[in-house]
């Protein structure tokens, strides 16, 4: 399984981006897909996460949308009115979990992407 995170980049407050992964050797009919983060000196949190299900689950942020393109095998986090406290290494994962719980557990997740930064100016 691997997956590939892009789409981060240097932007200012108040402006959107739209990350991607793509995910090979798995499919979203089986499998749930997350997104985390880690910013400088602290621990990775959860920002997403969407089952095979279609069940969507967020973290503290109203302010991202996560999505999937089944064909593409490819996930999103669509981030908007970004903020300087957004700035971190964001992180897509799989798990073969889904339950809320679960998916919220970094844990459960067993395939990590190489991680994309995004840095939020103010």
């Known amino acids: 399984v691997q997956l590939q995170a892009s789409g981060g980049g240097l932007v200012q407050a108040g402006n959107s981006l739209r990350l991607s992964c793509a995910i090979s050797?798995?499919?979203?009919?089986?499998?749930?897909v997350g997104w985390f983060r880690q910013a400088p000196g602290r621990e990775r949190e959860f920002v997403a996460a969407?089952?095979?299900?279609?069940n969507t689950v967020y973290g503290d942020s109203t302010r991202f949308t996560i999505s999937t393109n089944n064909a593409k095998n490819t996930a999103y986090l669509q981030m908007n009115n970004l903020k300087p406290e957004d700035t971190a290494v964001y992180y897509c994962?799989?798990?073969?979990?889904?339950?809320?719980?679960?998916?919220?557990?970094?844990?459960?997740?067993?395939?990590w992407g190489q991680g994309t930064l995004v840095t939020v100016s103010s």
């Open positions: 050797g798995r499919t979203f009919r089986t499998y749930a």
């Open positions: 969407l089952n095979w299900r279609t």
């Open positions: 994962a799989s798990s073969p979990y889904a339950t809320y719980s679960d998916l919220t557990d970094i844990i459960k997740y067993d395939s």
